[in-house]
């Protein structure tokens, strides 16, 4: 069964970046897209991006472009998330989820546990 | 992007209920619609993909369908785990995007 385990909660000061981890296991990782999506307080969840493991496969939403990073290391099955020139706004629960293509559509089926990221000065 | 709308916001109802949710996407998004199950500090997880196909292990109390712009999801003999919130999100294009939730709480 696939399982994903993020990073810890961290505060970072506004203009920091913060990198978030998710290490996967159950299955075998560089077959599987992973997306990222935040929830702020009191907000529906936003997607971020995703990535295919180890390739040059992905997409993000526009307000992330120019300071989202997102990375991946296939031989310890763990992907990264890196948002930088942080602000108040993206105080956020973040999360990692697999991305699976079904017969009709897409979803995401696996979930990390989320990665409490708070900006405050 | 795709504007997804859920109603209710919220709703009350006692175990053995019938409830439903509906979601409302801005632009035709065929079936690409799913719904996740989401409880305070857990991971959220998939109950519904392809607008109206139960994941496994979900219990058969669980129904969904729609396809183009009208969506449900139908919980029906409410059980006390079913309270929390539930997303509906459309993965016909990019960006994702998902619905600002219903969440059910069980009186």
């Known amino acids: 069964q696939a399982q994903l385990v993020q990073s810890g909660a961290v505060v970072k000061k506004p203009g920091a970046s913060v990198k978030v981890s998710c290490k996967a296991s159950g299955y075998i990782f560089s077959v599987y897209d992973i997306n990222w999506v935040r929830q702020a307080p009191g907000q529906g969840p936003e997607w971020i991006g995703y990535?295919?493991?180890?390739?040059?496969?992905?997409d993000s939403a526009e307000k992330f472009q120019g300071r989202l990073t997102m990375t991946t290391n296939t031989s310890i099955s763990t992907a990264y998330m890196e948002l930088s020139r942080l602000t108040s706004d993206d105080t956020a629960v973040y999360y990692c989820a697999r991305g699976v293509t079904g017969r009709e559509t897409y979803s995401f089926d696996s979930w990390g546990q989320g990665s409490l990221v708070t900006v405050s000065s | 992007d795709i504007q997804m709308t859920q109603s209710p916001s919220s709703l009350s109802a006692s175990v053995g209920d019938s409830v439903n949710l509906t979601c409302r996407a801005g632009?035709?998004?065929?079936?690409?619609l799913n719904w996740y199950q989401h409880k305070p500090g857990k991971a959220p997880s998939l109950v519904i993909h392809s607008a109206s196909s139960l994941v496994r292990g979900v219990p058969l109390r669980f129904s969904a369908g729609g396809s183009g712009t009208d969506f449900a999801l139908t919980i029906t003999d409410l059980h006390p785990e079913d309270s929390g919130y539930y997303y509906c999100?459309?993965?016909?294009?990019?960006?994702?995007?998902f619905g600002q939730g219903t969440t059910v709480e069980i009186k």
């Open positions: 990535m295919f493991p180890d390739s040059d496969v992905f």
């Open positions: 999100q459309q993965t016909h294009t990019y960006p994702r995007t």
């Open positions: 632009e035709n998004v065929g079936t690409s």
